[in-house]
C-alpha cells in the first residue's frame, strides 16, 4: 500500500535547475544579493503585487527581524492557534506573547478578543492569515490605530492571496512570507518581509546582514539571514510554475469539498469570499455527529497508509515552554481549544492524484468498514 504524506513539495525542473547552477558557477556569485536574489525579489514584488519585499533564509527569521526592525518590546497580542514560530519570534526578541481567541468560523483571532487583552505594555498585533483565509483586516487596522499598535502579519500561508483587489501583504506594517518546501510556493528553504517604503526595506535589508551598512558602518546588532543564489534561483523557476500549480490544487481541493461537503459531523473551511485563494491546505473538523472523534479518524487514516495532520494541535498555548507565561495570558480560549481537537489536516499538493483522494475519501465515508 503506497504511504500517502499530508504535503510534497513542488519542485522545478531539474534540467532547468542545472542550467542556472552553470550561470552560478561561472558567475562564483553565490551568495549576498546576487543576481538571482534580486531577480527572485523583483519578480516577487511583481507577482504578488506588493512594493518592497526583502528575501530571507526562512520565514521564522523573517518574523524575528520584523519585530526588531519595528523595535517592538512589551507585549504582543497573537493566536494561539498557529505554527510555533509565531511565537517563538517573540521569545527571540524578549517580548511576552499574550494569547487572544480565534473565531469557530475562519480559525483567525477574534477582534474583539484583542481589544479586551490590551493592557499599558501592549505594542503590537501578531495575527495570522490561517490556512489562507484572510483575517478581520479592517476590524484589526482600525483597532490598531485606536490603540497606537503596530500590525505585523504572519502571511506564511498567504502566499498570493488578495484582499479587495489587492495583495494582502499589503496590510499591517510588515508581511511575513515563508518559502518553506511545505508551502504552496517553495524555494526550500526561504521566507520574506513585505513593507511599505524604501526606507524600511533598506533597515530590513541591513538587518538580515549583521545591521552591516557599509564597511566600516554597522547600524544594529542583526542576524544572518540573507537567502543564497542557488536557492534563489530554484524560487525564480518554481515561481515560473505557481499559477500552475495552484491551479492543480484548485482542481484537488474542489474535488475533496464535492466529496466531502455532505457527511454528517464534518465540517469544512469556507473560502468561498477568498480572493485568488492558493490552495495551501485542506482542514477538514471532526464534529460530535460524525462516529469517530478525530484523534480516531486520525490513526485510522493512519493504518491505512494516509498521513494527515493535525495542524494545529496542540495549541501553542499549551506547549510546556509556554507555562512559564502569567496563566491569564494564555487561558480563556474557548473557540482555540474547540478547533484544536477537530480539526484535521488531509494530504494536499500540486500532484496529488484523484484517486489518492477517492481513497482517502471513502475512508472518511466508511471509517470503520475494512
Ligand atoms: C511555516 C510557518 C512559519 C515558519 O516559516 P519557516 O519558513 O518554516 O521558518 C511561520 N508561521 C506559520 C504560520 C507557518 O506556517
Redesign the pocket.
Known amino acids: 500500500m503506497d504511504k500517502i504524506y499530508v504535503t510534497k513539495p513542488t519542485l522545478p525542473s531539474l534540467d532547468k535547475f542545472v542550467e542556472y547552477l552553470s550561470q552560478i558557477w561561472e558567475s562564483e556569485y553565490i551568495t549576498n544579493a546576487g543576481p538571482f536574489h534580486n531577480k527572485l525579489e523583483e519578480e516577487l514584488a511583481d507577482y504578488l503585487g506588493v512594493k518592497y519585499i526583502s528575501l530571507f533564509s ?6 524575528i527581524t520584523a519585530l526588531q526592525a519595528l523595535d517592538i518590546k512589551g507585549e504582543v497580542i497573537t493566536t494561539p492557534y ?2 510555533v ?2 511565537t517563538n519570534s517573540l521569545i527571540w526578541n524578549g517580548i511576552t506573547p499574550v494569547f487572544a481567541d480565534i473565531n469557530s468560523y475562519d480559525c483567525n483571532i477574534n477582534v474583539s478578543r484583542i481589544k479586551e487583552a490590551i493592557t499599558d505594555k501592549t505594542t503590537a498585533i501578531m495575527p ?1 492569515h ?1 490556512y489562507g483565509t484572510p483575517c478581520d483586516m479592517e476590524g484589526l487596522d482600525k483597532l490598531a490605530e485606536e490603540y497606537n499598535l503596530k500590525l505585523i502579519y ?1 502571511g ?2 498567504a502566499f498570493g492571496i488578495k484582499h479587495r483587489g489587492q495583495s494582502i501583504h499589503n496590510y499591517g506594517d510588515l508581511s ?1 512570507l ?3 518546501a ?2 504552496v510556493f517553495n524555494t526550500i ?3 520574506a518581509i513585505v513593507s511599505h517604503t524604501k526606507e524600511m526595506k533598506t533597515k530590513i535589508d541591513n538587518l538580515k546582514n549583521f545591521g552591516i551598512v557599509d564597511e566600516l558602518t554597522v547600524v544594529d546588532s542583526g542576524i544572518n539571514a540573507k537567502m543564497n543564489e542557488v536557492q534563489a534561483a530554484y524560487g525564480l523557476l518554481n515561481l515560473k510554475s505557481i499559477d500552475e500549480n495552484i491551479a492543480k490544487r484548485k482542481v484537488a481541493y474542489e474535488k475533496y469539498t464535492y466529496e466531502l461537503k455532505d457527511i454528517d459531523g464534518i465540517e469544512l473551511l469556507d473560502i468561498s469570499s477568498v480572493e485568488d485563494y492558493n490552495y495551501g491546505y485542506y482542514p477538514l473538523f471532526v464534529k460530535e455527529k460524525y462516529p469517530l472523534n478525530r484523534d480516531e479518524l486520525y490513526h485510522i487514516l493512519m493504518s491505512r497508509g494516509i498521513f494527515s495532520r493535525r495542524y494545529f494541535y496542540p495549541l501553542i498555548s499549551d506547549f510546556p515552554i509556554y507555562s512559564n507565561i502569567d496563566s491569564a495570558k494564555r487561558s480563556n480560549l474557548p473557540n482555540a481549544a474547540q478547533i484544536t481537537e477537530s480539526v484535521l489536516c488531509l494530504p494536499m499538493y500540486s500532484e496529488i492524484e484523484s484517486e489518492t483522494i477517492e481513497r482517502i475519501v471513502a475512508i472518511i465515508k466508511n471509517p470503520c468498514q475494512e
Request: hydrophobic share 40%; no cysteine; proline share 0%.
Open positions: 526562512n520565514g521564522t527569521l523573517a518574523l498557529s505554527f514560530a509565531t495570522v490561517v504572519d506564511a500561508h511575513i515563508s518559502f518553506h511545505t508551502k528553504e526561504g521566507g
